[in-house]
């Protein structure tokens, strides 16, 4: 029986020392404490939710004042430093609520802006404290000691460099998202690109002049282009009247150009790099009709000298076809008309250096 109470109150001491730790960290010991800005805080947020118009705003950006207030409070009366630095743990985590207040937004709180200049923020919350001096009735600004000042500067300046080099990474995902193309280049002698996954190996539809070191991949939207220019020129020229097609070739520049210039609209609105695609048109005439070689040429930047482009060929040749049938002295006589036959290649050739010139 003694054993059953001596476990009894082992538990309830235990549960009471969970209680103590709890009341002491919620329940402010006064009035003016880092609790009671977080209890504003969480009844300002409450209570904005309750109102409309700018009333709410107003509201909420005291939350969020209250809020930035007692963490900075709570997270300075024991710092924790961060290692190897004199910045304050709470200083970081103050910065970040700094920057989500200036510069988040209701849709995005943490947007690429508010973690750029995280870092920069903290350094600075880091340094207000050495210029100022007095208790809590009475404060007035001074200038640190120079190693204090060299510290701080060394810290921000740090920390500004943090801020750029992220500020990097997010400019780098930016362009890469809209301009895909850029990443079939080898960016092995960069000192800012490095890549993480391995490149793709050449595919055989690459040409020789383009060697894997210069260029890894096919750009997906310049085959976008290309395949779709081939589709809706067969659907132009194929059983065409042979006449007519002589005509549409001895213009097939423009032709070839408007085609392309509707596709990269309709295929490639979504990326800014559709400003940097052309597409062309090569006639050769070859012994038993023309040769069209369309071309999707890149004019951004490339780490070949003269750029790239894509080739498709399409063999165009004159056939004869049935037309119509006619009745002449009692005999048939079958009447054919000459018509386009039109055959591209599947796969699309990538060259690097400038396009073939117009013959």
Known sequence: MQSLFKDFFIFFNFFVGIYEGIRKLLVPPKAYSWQTFIYLSVFSWAISFLAVGYVRSFIAFLGWLFLIAGTAWYTTDDPLRVPGTFMPVGAVITGFLVSVFAFGNPEDVITPRTIILWPTISAIITAIPDFIEGNDRKTTAKLPKPEVREKIIVLVASCMLMSCWIQFYFLMENWLTQYPSLLIDNFERSTFVVRIVEPELATETQSETATTQELQKIPENGEVILNEVQIRVEKELNKTPWSQVERWLLDATKEVNNLGNQVIEQRLGQYEERKLWRVDARVTNIKSGYRLDLLSIWTGPSSTRNG?????????????????????????????????EIECDRLNKFMAGEPPAQR
């Open 308 to 340: 790239y482009y894509l080739q498709k060929s399409c063999r165009i040749e004159p056939i004869a076809v049935s037309a119509t049938t006619s009745r002449i002295a009692l005999s048939e006589v079958e009447e054919k008309n000459t018509v386009a």
